[in-house]
């Protein structure tokens, strides 16, 4: 999990700002294994930014002047359909990063993003990344292998979905979610349950099947975003943990 520090700096003394940034870097995949002479270059040109639920980090077609790393909370990337509907295509937590290939290459986002929650992002402004990347040539190769690890991940990640029933996947998240060391609780999901269903891969038909198939396990849950857990022993033996 990535650790959200902001409050732990002075923001006043610009060269606590960057050192908190550079340690936001290091969490980040993206950036986990470069030199801390690297992460500092880089860390000049970040800038940590706070958004509202419901507020808007950038919108389709915007040029692409940065990507972004989750500090703290979930943002969602969606497109618009011709019929006015929201398709999320994925939905990002703490310590992922999304929009490097649009910054890098295509110069505009193909989608939007979305705060789903209150949240904390480290904006990396683009230009100035590029500019660090040139200079540093065994930095290219390093992102490269990470985004590269990333694309092999997802198609792992598609290949393990593929073998997990909708129940199986929803009870894990659940569980991420659980305190350590309770035996029941009352959770309230951090964002709606349409973006839930974008984050598992289901429809959200699929994910209210998967709900009440979850019963047997004593989960509940309401019409919104609230889910009681009636015994969460029940839920840790239905995923085998």
């Known amino acids: 999990m990535l650790v959200n520090c902001c409050s ?3 923001f006043s003394n610009i060269g606590h700002m960057q050192a908190n940034n550079k340690f ?3 969490q980040t995949r993206l950036f986990m294994g470069l ?3 690297i992460l500092e270059k880089i860390a000049v040109h970040t800038e940590i930014k706070n958004f509202k639920r419901g507020e808007h980090l950038f919108y389709q077609d915007d040029t692409a002047h940065s990507f972004y790393t989750v500090i703290d909370g979930w943002v969602s990337v969606y497109r618009g359909s011709l019929d006015g509907d929201q398709i999320i295509l994925n939905v990002f937590k703490n310590g992922e990063s999304f929009a490097e290939p649009a910054a890098l290459s295509l110069q505009f986002y193909p989608a939007n993003a979305l705060a789903e929650s209150n949240c904390t992002v480290l904006e990396v402004n683009m230009d100035s990344f590029k500019s660090v990347l040139l200079n540093n040539p065994d930095m290219v190769l390093n992102i490269i292998n990470r985004l590269s ?5 997802m198609v792992n990640e598609m290949e393990k979905l593929r073998t997990q029933s909708a129940p199986f996947r929803l009870a894990e998240f659940i569980l991420e979610l659980c305190p350590d060391n309770i035996e029941e609780t009352v959770l309230t999901l951090p964002f709606s349950k349409h973006c839930l269903a974008a984050r598992l891969k289901l429809k959200p038909e699929t994910l209210s099947r998967a709900f009440i198939s979850l019963k047997q396990c004593d989960v509940a849950t309401d019409r919104g975003t609230k ?7 029940k839920l840790q033996e239905f995923v085998g943990s």
């Open 149 to 153: 690890q990333r694309l092999f991940g």
């Open 8 to 10: 732990s700096y002075n």
């Open 227 to 233: 889910i009681t857990i009636g015994n969460i022993d």
């Open 24 to 26: 936001i870097l290091a």
């Open 35 to 37: 030199d801390e002479e």
